[in-house]
């Protein structure tokens, strides 16, 4: 029986998922066309564009273990707000940059980017699991993911609304105003104060340690999948498109419109069931997803492929996220420990696969990148 109870998030919480949401609505207006951007500016080559990607993560790989010592000493809540201010610099240097192309532009990119993912993701995970119910974390964050895929129907068509009818200039300006906003629900969210308690050497002794060797890898797998979804995907759409950015913000709104609903139904399987056992049940025919997306020649086909994985996506990654998160809190002090361990392993999971694809390129055309991910997706299954 469905209980109101239960979906009910504390108010730090909300605060924290509320300043996230407001994030997204910035971020998500370029989350599929800011690949393609780099994709037209980069002279229509996908290698160039995986190259930005690849020392971006590579770095972030190195700087991460650095942001939490820095964490330790500015506390979380001023580490997300300093962050926010980065990702405004993030797009700005790309405002620039449309006007001036200029290398420097993209070193300070890479740089704006490393210094808002290692400021921001540690600290907003750890509140994420400190703040969450343990026997409701499941059903909390359908909460966020509903909210999350609301906001996702109507931003990818309004985004391709601007640049139809405008230019990505207009888009950057409206994301930074809009990502500048969300510091202030930070200042609802109560102080938090964690100490990193890892060196830098440590951290990579642990990362690597026969112990969390099984997360090392489930985490690896995941950031080395998502990373194809989130980059060469879009760029694959668009490509299928003609480079019409209006239908290709049309097709991922329906897209998401589709299986917008299923989140919050899926969350509560995922505190009624054991959490390993959905994603070891749905991984299988999220990989098939991969596989079918080989073979995407026309707009609807789009559609229907992408609505079979967006399904199967919510089946595994909520369960699995949600494991995450208990992951992260079943460790007591050491959750910010646990946090920048899992967030090295997901950059060195999307460095190796962009280093993979770059080399198969040479050989075999883009549907390498999906075979890859469809075979990298399953070993997310090894979580414990």
Same mark, same amino acid.
């Given at each position: 029986?469905?209980?109101?109870?239960?979906?009910?998030?504390?108010?730090?919480?909300?605060?924290?998922?509320?300043?996230?949401?407001?994030?997204?609505?910035?971020?998500?207006?370029?989350?599929?066309?800011?690949?393609?951007?780099?994709?037209?500016?980069?002279?229509?080559?996908?290698?160039?564009?995986?190259?930005?990607?690849?020392?971006?993560?590579?770095?972030?790989?190195?700087?991460?273990?650095?942001?939490?010592?820095?964490?330790?000493?500015?506390?979380?809540?001023?580490?997300?707000?300093?962050?926010?201010?980065?990702?405004?610099?993030?797009?700005?240097?790309?405002?620039?940059?449309?006007?001036?192309?200029?290398?420097?532009?993209?070193?300070?990119?890479?740089?704006?980017?490393?210094?808002?993912?290692?400021?921001?993701?540690?600290?907003?995970?750890?509140?994420?699991?400190?703040?969450?119910?343990?026997?409701?974390?499941?059903?909390?964050?359908?909460?966020?993911?509903?909210?999350?895929?609301?906001?996702?129907?109507?931003?990818?068509?309004?985004?391709?609304?601007?640049?139809?009818?405008?230019?990505?200039?207009?888009?950057?300006?409206?994301?930074?105003?809009?990502?500048?906003?969300?510091?202030?629900?930070?200042?609802?969210?109560?102080?938090?104060?964690?100490?990193?308690?890892?060196?830098?050497?440590?951290?990579?002794?642990?990362?690597?340690?026969?112990?969390?060797?099984?997360?090392?890898?489930?985490?690896?797998? +995941?950031?080395?999948?998502?990373?194809?979804?989130?980059?060469?995907?879009?760029?694959?759409?668009?490509?299928?498109?003609?480079?019409?950015?209006?239908?290709?913000?049309?097709?991922?709104?329906?897209?998401?419109?589709?299986?917008?609903?299923?989140?919050?139904?899926?969350?509560?399987?995922?505190?009624?069931?054991?959490?390993?056992?959905?994603?070891?049940?749905?991984?299988?025919?999220?990989?098939?997803?991969?596989?079918?997306?080989?073979?995407?020649?026309?707009?609807?086909?789009?559609?229907?492929?992408?609505?079979?994985?967006?399904?199967?996506?919510?089946?595994?990654?909520?369960?699995? +996220?949600?494991?995450?998160?208990?992951?992260?809190?079943?460790?007591?002090?050491?959750? +910010?420990?646990?946090?920048?361990?899992?967030?090295?392993?997901?950059?060195?999971?999307?460095?190796?696969?962009?280093?993979?694809?770059?080399?198969?390129?040479?050989?075999?055309?883009?549907?390498?990148?999906?075979?890859?991910?469809?075979?990298?997706?399953?070993?997310?299954?090894?979580?414990?």
């Amino acid at each position: 029986m469905l209980k109101i109870q239960d979906y009910k998030l504390p108010h730090p919480l909300l605060y924290l998922y509320l300043n996230r949401l407001i994030i997204l609505i910035g971020v998500g207006s370029l989350a599929i066309f800011l690949p393609i951007f780099l994709f037209i500016e980069f002279g229509y080559d996908y290698v160039p564009v995986m190259i930005y990607y690849l020392v971006l993560f590579a770095l972030s790989i190195i700087l991460h273990t650095f942001g939490a010592m820095a964490i330790s000493k500015i506390g979380l809540r001023k580490s997300m707000a300093l962050a926010i201010l980065f990702l405004v610099g993030y797009f700005l240097v790309f405002f620039i940059y449309d006007y001036y192309p200029h290398f420097y532009l993209i070193v300070l990119a890479v740089l704006a980017s490393n210094f808002w993912r290692t400021l921001y993701w540690v600290p907003f995970h750890t509140d994420c699991a400190k703040f969450s119910s343990k026997t409701n974390r499941g059903k909390q964050y359908s909460v966020f993911l509903l909210l999350a895929d609301i906001i996702g129907i109507l931003i990818p068509v309004i985004a391709g609304l601007i640049l139809n009818y405008y230019n990505y200039s207009a888009l950057f300006i409206i994301a930074m105003v809009i990502i500048l906003a969300s510091i202030i629900p930070l200042f609802k969210i109560k102080k938090v104060k964690e100490t990193y308690s890892y060196t830098f050497t440590q951290t990579y002794q642990e990362l690597f340690s026969r112990k969390n060797r099984k997360m090392l890898y489930a985490y690896m797998a +995941d950031g080395s999948e998502t990373i194809v979804g989130a980059l060469i995907w879009p760029i694959f759409i668009f490509e299928i498109l003609n480079g019409e950015f209006l239908a290709v913000g049309a097709i991922s709104t329906i897209i998401i419109g589709v299986t917008v609903m299923l989140d919050i139904i899926i969350g509560r399987w995922a505190d009624k069931f054991e959490k390993k056992n959905i994603v070891k049940y749905s991984s299988g025919f999220y990989a098939l997803g991969w596989i079918i997306k080989i073979f995407v020649g026309t707009a609807f086909q789009i559609f229907i492929v992408s609505t079979y994985h967006n399904l199967t996506a919510i089946f595994r990654r909520l369960p699995f +996220d949600a494991l995450m998160y208990e992951k992260a809190a079943d460790q007591g002090h050491y959750v +910010d420990e646990y946090t920048v361990l899992r967030e090295i392993a997901l950059n060195i999971g999307r460095v190796l696969m962009l280093l993979f694809v770059i080399l198969l390129l040479y050989y075999f055309s883009i549907y390498i990148a999906f075979v890859l991910a469809a075979i990298t997706s399953l070993f997310i299954n090894i979580l414990e």
